[in-house]
């Protein structure tokens, strides 16, 4: 296959992707606020929930729901959407290696796979709060999520930098 046909059939399967990638983004909300019933207004009184708390033991203030676990029904359609894009990933992944996409649209795959199950299992954590908790229990355990979603970010970038890491040392041991 000549280099100009390869570089054309990549192109319309990134373009595949894309409208792929659309298309169950957006079946992927309808059914989030399908199945969950009243999603819109539970999204309001979260929103609407907000103050200022430290983080614990620190002086540290940022904002926190009042009551987090008066939102677990937020916290469990974040956790399906999380999850609906993770498996968009892998759909995501697989299409790229079958085009033979370019090693950095691979890695960038991969770095996301790694966050948005990552965040996924972490939001389930958060949507099964439990609401007898202290409030300081539960804003606790609030600003750990997000500590864990930064974590999450450095571990999604370190997995992009490996599958870069190992397709250079593949091309390199074919010389």
Do not use: C
């Amino acid at each position: 296959m000549s280099e100009a046909s390869w570089s054309r059939r990549r192109s319309i399967g990134e373009g595949i992707i894309g409208a792929v990638s659309v298309g169950l983004f957006f079946v992927l909300i309808g059914v989030i606020f399908v199945i969950n019933h009243n999603l819109w207004s539970n999204i309001q009184s979260f929103f609407d929930n907000f103050t200022i708390a430290n983080v614990t033991n620190t002086s540290i203030q940022l904002p926190v729901p009042a009551v987090p676990a008066a939102h677990v029904v937020v916290y469990s359609a974040a956790f399906q959407f999380a999850l609906g894009i993770a498996i968009l990933q892998i759909i995501v992944l697989a299409i790229r290696l079958m085009i033979g996409s370019h090693v950095r649209r691979t890695a960038e795959t991969v770095g996301n796979l790694v966050f948005w199950f990552g965040a996924a299992y972490f939001l389930n954590g958060l949507a099964s709060m439990e609401s007898s908790l202290a409030i300081s229990k539960q804003q606790e355990l609030w600003f750990q999520f997000w500590a864990v979603i930064i974590v999450l970010i450095g571990v999604s970038i370190v997995a992009r930098a490996v599958v870069l890491f190992t397709e250079r040392i593949v091309r390199r041991s074919r010389i």
